[in-house]
């Protein structure tokens, strides 16, 4: 008995050791499996993952007031929904190849005109941005457009700054084209119709400084490096049926968010399932979890809660005290001003969201000249929008080397003069 006692409180730490070193090489094995997946991640997705760390964090201590954070949690979940569900069907409509054949019509219908091709290229991406997002154009068309100029052979950077910076300054007319237009609108209680007819003439003032911008620095015949280019055959889509599926959803998508009374995500929603289930049918391998655009819906809330932290802090202060209070002319471009510098220093989202606090709840016009500034000023710096970040990325994958200091350079003409001139337009407007 004293023998077989002895065996077992020998054998029991041995066998205790044992299972502890399983499941540590258990757990190794777990971590070592998901590896390739953690250093496949994006730099964006570890700054998605701290900004959302950080305001937990704040939550957690004390530093966010509860109230805060549950005031900005719902207004921000209808606009997630929003978010997750327009690039769903963005990137499905992509699949579907509906802007290979835009591309592919539009270098066609210019039939080796350069102007006319400028023309044409402005359209789509204004277009593009207007009614589904400047995210999508900087994801979906940049890539596009450069698979045209390698296509046609014609010089790629003047296509990829058409993308870049109208992915910016097209991005005032609607809610559904910026994030920051549908923080606007809720805030000034406009319709998509409302907010067009106030924004008609501040966009229209900022498409006409980025097309002057556009051939000036781009497009000329100095600088695009040809007088003509080879129009491409005709794009042909592999299904013809996926193809008008989401041509007429992405269509009918734009005219429920337009006309009828909608809250914007279930528009998005139910065009996106309309596409969703399109696939499921016609090409079921396309669907994925990559669809889903996970960077952003972490990143915006995080973003959210860090600058509800710092508002509280003291940067509304600063803000209020930069933005002033005066409603009138000169509150306006005060406004817009701030908005678009600090926009380059920061991001354009936190610069709104912080300076949408800071501006008086009456001052309708003065908030809107913020969103002129926020929307057309961030070109300049590559962090000061999450569509300049994107576009970055894109031409960066595609093999585009982008020349830092002469983009900087011209895009800082473009930011100061696109926002004076939209900023006037909103006066004269208003």
């Given at each position: 008995?004293?023998?077989a006692?002895?065996?077992?409180a020998?054998?029991?730490?041995g ?10 090489y ?9 590896w390739?997946?953690?250093k496949?991640?994006h ?8 900004l959302l ?5 704040f939550?957690a201590?004390?530093?966010l ?7 900005a949690?719902?207004r921000i979940?209808?606009l997630?929904?929003f ?12 699949a ?10 539009v270098?066609?219908?210019?039939r080796g ?12 991406a ?17 890539p ?12 790629p950077?003047?296509?990829a700054?058409?993308?870049v910076w109208l992915?910016n300054?097209?991005?005032l ?10 923080l606007?609108?809720?805030?000034v ?5 409302g ?7 501040p966009?229209?003032?900022a ?30 889509p ?7 599926i989401?041509?007429l959803?992405c269509?009918?998508f734009?005219?429920?968010s ?11 929603g139910?065009?996106?399932?309309v596409?969703?289930?399109?696939f ?6 396309a ?5 889903v ?7 915006v ?5 860090v600058?509800?932290t710092?508002d ?5 202060r ?32 936190p ?16 908030l ?12 300049v ?10 576009w970055?990325?894109r031409?960066r994958s ?13 895009s800082?003409v ?7 001139l939209?900023?006037a ?6």
């Amino acid at each position: 008995m004293e023998q077989a006692y002895g065996r077992s409180a020998v054998s029991d730490p041995g066998s205790v050791g044992h299972s502890t070193n399983h499941r540590s090489y258990a757990t190794l094995t777990t971590v070592l499996a998901y590896w390739p997946t953690v250093k496949r991640l994006h730099p964006l997705d570890w700054v998605a993952a701290l900004l959302l760390a950080c305001g937990l964090l704040f939550l957690a201590t004390g530093l966010l007031p509860t109230a805060s954070a549950e005031a900005a949690v719902s207004r921000i979940a209808p606009l997630l929904a929003f978010l997750g569900t327009v690039i769903v069907l963005a990137e499905l409509t992509s699949a579907a190849e509906v802007f290979d054949v835009l591309a592919a019509g539009v270098a066609r219908t210019a039939r080796g005109s350069y102007p006319a091709l400028f023309l044409l290229c402005v359209a789509l991406a204004s277009v593009t941005t207007i009614t589904l997002n400047l995210d999508t154009t900087a994801v979906l068309l940049t890539p596009v457009m450069l698979a045209l100029a390698s296509r046609v052979g014609i010089a790629p950077l003047p296509l990829a700054m058409t993308t870049v910076w109208l992915a910016n300054t097209a991005s005032l007319l609607l809610p559904v084209s910026n994030l920051t237009n549908l923080l606007a609108a809720e805030r000034v209680a406009l319709s998509p119709a409302g907010l067009a007819r106030v924004m008609w003439a501040p966009q229209l003032a900022a498409g006409l400084v980025t097309m002057a911008c556009l051939w000036g620095f781009y497009w000329r015949r100095g600088r695009r490096g040809a007088v003509d280019y080879r129009p491409p055959p005709a794009h042909r889509p592999a299904d013809r049926v996926l193809f008008r599926i989401c041509a007429l959803t992405c269509a009918g998508f734009l005219l429920a968010s337009l006309l009828a009374d909608l809250p914007l995500w279930v528009a998005s929603g139910a065009a996106a399932l309309v596409a969703v289930v399109a696939f499921a049918v016609r090409r079921p391998e396309a669907l994925r979890t990559s669809l889903v655009p996970w960077r952003l819906l972490v990143m915006v809330p995080g973003m959210f809660l860090v600058v509800q932290t710092v508002d509280a802090h003291g940067l509304h202060r600063v803000l209020a005290a930069a933005i002033g209070t005066d409603g009138g002319v000169l509150g306006m471009f005060r406004a817009s001003a701030v908005g678009g510098g600090l926009s380059n220093l920061l991001n354009n989202l936190p610069v709104y969201l912080a300076g949408e606090a800071a501006v008086p709840a009456a001052n309708h016009q003065q908030l809107l000249a913020l969103l002129i500034g926020t929307n057309i000023g961030p070109l300049v710096t590559p962090w000061a929008s999450l569509a300049t970040l994107l576009w970055y990325e894109r031409c960066r994958s595609a093999g585009l080397r982008v020349p830092l200091r002469s983009v900087a350079a011209t895009s800082a003409v473009l930011a100061v003069g696109g926002v004076a001139l939209a900023t006037a337009a909103l006066v004269l407007t208003a």
